[in-house]
């Protein structure tokens, strides 16, 4: 697609509830972020995916967080059991690759926990 | 663990005013971008530096990468209204990994 696209753009989900977000990143593009970002601050790093493989998980902040990418493409966050605290925006980029050094950032899902 | 460190967390000031915001590390990137992102809205792209000392201009916006590749500005010569939003420097300090700055919140009033 044009540009990276995200869904739902808004989540409000109760407490204890399993959520899935969705992203689909800009064709061709091998290398897929997810960054997770709480009341307008800067950006946590969550995971990076090169292709289907996750070298990097090391921001997933607990094991309730998944992450998948199937085709190269369209990645699946997934969070189980939610809770308060995982209320936050969800930023999904991707770029070219993983020496790229330019990524382009979805507009996000928010997610509110009650 | 590295940090991007930016410089005010926020800012109001008045149409046509000059400002610098400061994006400040003790590591070493290999490449730093900036980015302004808007309410309900994921960040955009505006610049990125690569090396040392390398000074770019987009406009109203001059963006400046430390000579030792710690530190970055963004200078905003004679703000506007739509130059309010967050801004949010980047640092690559490998090849993928992008680590965010803490934001710096503008407010230009008319």
């Known amino acids: 697609g044009a540009g990276v696209s995200q869904s739902p753009s808004n989540k409000v989900t109760e407490k204890g509830k399993d959520v899935e977000l969705r992203c689909d990143p800009i064709?061709?593009?091998?290398?897929l972020y997810w960054y997770r970002q709480s009341l307008g601050q800067g950006l946590e790093f969550l995971i990076y995916f090169q292709g289907n493989s996750a070298p990097d998980k090391s921001g997933l902040p607990s094991d309730r967080f998944s992450a998948e990418r199937t085709g190269g493409s369209v990645s699946t966050l997934t969070i189980q059991r939610t809770q308060q605290e995982d209320s936050a925006v969800y930023l999904c980029?991707?770029?070219?690759?993983?020496?790229?050094?330019?990524?382009?950032f979805g507009q996000g899902t928010r997610l509110t926990v009650v | 663990t590295q940090l991007l460190e930016q410089s005010p967390q926020f800012l109001s000031i008045q149409e046509g005013e000059n400002l610098t915001v400061y994006c400040n590390s003790s590591s070493v990137f290999s490449s730093l971008q900036w980015y302004r992102q808007e309410p309900g809205e994921g960040p955009v792209l505006l610049v990125t530096?690569?090396?040392?000392?390398e000074v770019k201009k987009l406009k109203r916006l001059t963006f400046q990468f430390g000579d030792a590749r710690k530190d970055s500005s963004l200078h905003i010569t004679a703000a506007q209204p739509g130059d309010t939003g967050l801004y949010l420097c980047?640092?690559?300090?490998?090849?993928?990994?992008?680590?965010f700055g803490t934001g710096t919140r503008l407010k230009v009033l008319a």
């Open positions: 980047a640092g690559t300090p490998g090849t993928y990994k992008y680590i």
């Open positions: 980029a991707s770029s070219l690759g993983g020496g790229s050094i330019e990524a382009f």
């Open positions: 064709s061709g593009h091998t290398a």
């Open positions: 530096v690569v090396t040392g000392g």
